[in-house]
């Protein structure tokens, strides 16, 4: 049904729980399985930027790499793409440019957003996506 599925993570707990639905929807259906993490841009001087964007970059690519770590215990081998940018943007521009057909996103994440929406950045995914959205909900 669903050959190229995308994981958006972020680390968080929330994003956890989605990492470990995409991999066993994949292995389920014999899916790709792309995984992208935003470094969020900010509005900072131009050197506290250079650091701040390394910093976030590195933790974009944390956050990949325990997604590949659990991924390969189930022998499933991922993709990956670090952005720079507005996550919900830079998400669905992942989805459209590498043909996924299904997004899979965790509610809450860095936001700390509560039960009261569903996140902004899953919200504004589910909304803006060309393809269908699985959203897990944080259990906390």
Do not use: C, F
């Not at 131009?46 to 022998?75: C, F, P, S, Y």
């Not at 043909?99 to 996103?105: A, M, N, P, T």
């Not at 509610?107 to 996506?129: F, H, K, P, Y």
Request: proline share 3%.
């Amino acid at each position: 049904m669903y050959q190229e599925l995308l994981l958006a993570t972020d680390g968080s707990d929330g994003a956890q729980r989605a990492a470990d639905h995409a991999i066993e929807l994949a292995r389920q259906m014999d899916a790709d399985l792309h995984v992208v993490s935003v470094s969020e841009d900010g509005p900072h001087a131009e050197t506290k930027r250079d650091q701040m964007r390394t910093d976030l970059e590195d933790q974009a690519a944390e956050a990949i790499e325990q997604v590949e770590e659990k991924a390969a215990g189930h022998g499933i081998e991922v993709r990956e793409t670090i952005r720079h940018g507005v996550p919900q943007e830079e998400i669905v521009d992942v989805a459209e440019q590498h043909g996924s057909d299904l997004i899979v996103v965790g509610t809450v994440g860095r936001s700390g957003l509560d039960q009261l929406i569903v996140g902004s950045v899953a919200e504004e995914v589910v909304r803006n996506a060309p393809v269908p959205v699985v959203t897990v909900r944080d259990e906390g």
